[in-house]
């Protein structure tokens, strides 16, 4: 399948650390890529996007970078919080200028951030 | 709280059953996605739901079925249910059916069938 869920990689960080959390896409024709979070028990709840016309988006403590000639994606949080532990998937839209909106998912990094 | 309701937040059912999923979308929005998340196959898009009119299919297998209505709920429907469907089904909206637009997501049911 497009999305992959078997074992998932973990990075154990320290409070107040830097963390980054990688991730290898495999539409090169896709224009807009996604981070989402999901915390134990709740959906993915959206942290930060990026268009392929971008190469890095900054928000507040997190960075995203996007690396179209080896089509990978990278999430940077900076100063790492416990409340940061979580699952992080990347996603990346179907196909490009079309109406459809098919976010194919890929296979998840957990995070945990001990204090 | 992404604004998305799901109901209900668990479902535990028996093999054979048939069980319906309902997602209410975020105001406003007009597209409603169902994805499948399961230990095996992480998220996996189902499909997608355009102001009534189903838009894009994904993975849904034949014994699935979902329909959007005229309040743009969305109903998604699992029968001849089997060990495998146990998982987490989450539904999201986006304001339309293109574009670079985020997808709210809602808070999942968990299904299981035993």
């Known amino acids: 399948g497009e999305s992959v869920g078997l074992h998932l990689p973990t990075l154990s960080v320290q409070e107040g650390d830097n963390s980054i959390i990688n991730c290898a896409y495999s539409?090169?024709?896709?224009?807009?890529f996604i981070w989402y979070k999901q915390e134990s028990g709740k959906g993915p709840q959206f942290i930060i996007d990026?268009?392929?016309?971008?190469d890095k988006r900054q928000g507040q403590r997190v960075t995203v970078l996007l690396n179209k000639t080896v089509k990978h994606l990278s999430l940077q949080i900076a100063a790492t919080q416990p409340g940061d532990s979580a699952v992080y998937f990347c996603?990346?839209?179907?196909?490009?200028?079309?109406?459809?909106?098919?976010?194919?998912f890929g296979t998840g990094t957990r995070l945990l951030v001990s204090p | 709280d992404s604004g998305v309701t799901q109901t209900p937040k668990h479902l535990i059912t028996a093999t054979g059953q048939r069980v319906t999923l309902r997602c209410s979308p975020r105001?406003?929005?007009?597209?409603v996605y169902w994805y499948q998340q399961s230990l095996d196959q992480g998220l996996q898009f189902l499909i997608q739901?355009?102001?009534?009119?189903?838009?894009a299919k994904g993975n849904i297998l034949e014994r699935f079925s979902a329909q959007q209505f005229p309040d743009l709920h969305s109903e998604l429907n699992l029968s001849s249910l089997e060990l495998g469907d146990s998982a987490l089904y989450f539904c999201?909206?986006?304001?339309?059916?293109?574009?670079?637009?985020?997808?709210?997501f809602g808070p999942g049911t968990r299904l299981t069938v035993l």
């Open positions: 539409n090169s024709a896709s224009d807009y």
């Open positions: 105001s406003g929005d007009l597209s």
């Open positions: 990026i268009r392929s016309n971008m």
């Open positions: 996603a990346q839209k179907g196909i490009r200028n079309t109406g459809f909106q098919k976010l194919v």
């Open positions: 739901y355009y102001n009534g009119e189903e838009r």
């Open positions: 999201a909206s986006s304001p339309t059916a293109g574009g670079n637009n985020e997808q709210f």
